[in-house]
């Protein structure tokens, strides 16, 4: 696909008040995949929007669409000596194992394993997508998630993120479902979708065992472009209805428990990708309870998990961190037993939130 997008003569398509590149091919394919208004209400949010330092999304400052970002962090440790140490940090990916246990699940699904793959930044990280091969050409499980962040920069070409993740989904099994994150563009979509990776923009999936039924639903990007439509999805779900939400964000944890979601699997915070000792990140580039940056959490009724990523953004280093996918096995759980956990309110993480500075 990536191969097909390059060879295409790059045309400009006037919508609205501005103007997007890209090639004729993408536009018709996601025109046909989404719909002619949200594929172009997308690509106008891009236009306007991309790589915004400040101002757009959930946070005010976006330190990842800041270009003297990478230049800053790597002479930092270089002056630290610690940048080659973070380099090879990055490349060692680690698998966790997680079980959750649900009170609506189907019993036809108890059992059910989920291998969950986050932010892999594919073109900017292939000591750790070596890694991330190796390990999962070991691996069994039922299906495959992906929660968003394929691209390295915010903006600019994505070829080689396709290229990258078709020489992954190689070792894929399937089904494959995905998200994207604000790292992704929608042009993304059609090529991901022609490696057999079945892309989640505000849509729901049902998954059949018998007469029992799983309801799979991911959202577009919620942390930067707004792109989600949490009602629209939860409005595809029978009340009462086990369901799992995908999201690149897990900032969106209130509406997904709102919208009754049993189970919400995310990533985007990295786990702080640069921690302090003890893995106590410096930020999250998010907002929301700290507890939620990384692993398992609950909120309400609804169980969460935040996938710590398997790549690097802005520097490909990590330190107190370490690059993790997680198997999930689902179990079903006496109704009995209450809620997950309950909500701990104003335990927030901001960013710059050691220094103490709140920016919205
Ligand atoms: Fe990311």
Redesign the pocket.
């Known amino acids: 696909m990536a191969a097909r997008v390059r060879s295409e003569i790059i045309v400009r398509h006037s919508l609205g008040g501005g103007r997007i590149s890209l090639s004729q091919d993408v536009y018709t394919a996601l025109v046909r995949r989404l719909g002619r208004r949200y594929a172009e209400q997308r690509l106008r949010i891009e236009q306007d929007h991309e790589a915004q330092v400040f101002g757009q999304g959930i946070n005010f400052f976006h330190f990842e669409n800041w270009y003297s970002s990478p230049w800053l962090i790597r002479n930092t440790l270089r002056l630290a000596g610690l940048y080659r140490r973070g380099l090879e940090n990055a490349k060692r990916v680690e698998l966790l194992k997680h079980e959750f246990a649900l009170a609506r699940l189907p019993k036809a699904f108890d059992g059910l394993t989920i291998l969950h793959i986050?932010?892999m930044?594919v073109d900017m990280n292939p000591g750790a997508m070596q890694s991330l091969m190796e390990l999962v050409a070991t691996l069994d499980y039922d299906i495959c998630v992906l929660t968003?962040?394929y691209r390295g920069k915010t903006t600019g070409p994505f070829e080689a993120t396709l290229d990258g993740l078709a020489r992954i989904r190689r070792y894929l099994d399937d089904p494959v479902y995905a998200v994207l994150?604000?790292?992704d563009t929608i042009r993304m979509v059609p090529g991901l979708e022609d490696l057999g990776i079945r892309v989640l923009v505000n849509e729901c999936e049902t998954l059949s065992r018998g007469d029992q039924e799983l309801h799979l639903a991911g959202i577009d990007d919620a942390h930067y472009f707004r792109a989600e439509n949490i009602e629209k999805v939860a409005g595809e779900i029978p009340t009462g209805a086990f369901s799992v939400l995908l999201s690149h964000t897990p900032e969106i944890y209130r509406q997904a428990a709102s919208a009754d979601f049993d189970l919400l699997l995310a990533?985007?915070t990295?786990g702080g990708q640069i921690c302090l000792p003890g893995s106590i990140p410096i930020t999250l580039d998010s907002v929301l309870p700290r507890r939620m940056g990384s692993g398992a959490w609950g909120y309400g009724s609804m169980a969460g998990y935040t996938s710590a990523?398997v790549?690097s953004?802005i520097v490909p280093v990590r330190f107190n961190c370490p690059p993790t996918i997680t198997l999930h096995t689902l179990h079903c759980r006496s109704q009995s037993v209450g809620p997950v956990a309950q909500p701990d309110g104003e335990e927030h993480a901001r960013e710059h939130d050691l220094a103490g500075a709140e920016q919205n």
């Open positions: 986050s932010d930044h968003g962040d994150g604000n790292h990533g985007h990295h990523g790549g953004s």
